[in-house]
C-alpha cells in the first residue's frame, strides 16, 4: 500500500470525487477513503465498488454504500463517551456548549447523536445543550468559545470539540492579554 499524492486532505465533496477520479487513473486494486455524507460521495463509492475496486472507509463511514467495510471507531460510543466523562461536572440546570467539526461528516452527526443521547439519559433537555459547527478550525471554535461567553456571562460553559475533548469551566476561562 502506498499513499496516493492525489487525495488532498479536503471537507469539499466535490473535491473528494475529483481526486478519487484522479486515483482511479492509476488502476488501484482498491481505495481507502473518507469524506462528507453527500450523494456525489455515496455515488462515487458505489462507481469505484461497481468497477471491482474494494473501497474502504475510514474515520467517517457511509452506510449503504457499496464499501466494503469500514474501519474506526464506534463513532455513537464516542459522543456518549465524552458526555459521560462531562455529566458529572455539571448541575442540572447547567447548559452545554457542544461544538462538532463538521456536520456534513456521518462521524460528527454520530458523534453528536450519542452524546446528546447520554445527555438526555442524564437529566438534560435538548434545549440546554447548544450544538455549534467549526469546520475543523481551531481559530472558529475558540471564537464560538468566546461568544457564548460574552453573550452569556453566567454560562457555566463546558465545551467538547470531540476530536480532541477538552472540559472547560467559564471560571477557567481568563481574557487573554493583548497589550
Known sequence: MRPCEAWDETDISGEIVQAAEKILKKKPAGIAMTGMDTKSVRDCIDRIAQKGIP??????DLPGTKRSCFVGQDLYRSGRVAANMLLPGLRKEDRILAVAGNLDYAAHNSRIQGFLDACAEGGFSSDQIVIKESHN????TYEIVRRALAEMPDFPLQENSFTNITVVNAESIRPLDTA
Not at 478550525?137 to 472558529?140: A, G, R, S, V
Open 55 to 60: 473501497v474502504v472507509t475510514f474515520n467517517s
Open 137 to 140: 478550525e481551531y481559530f472558529l
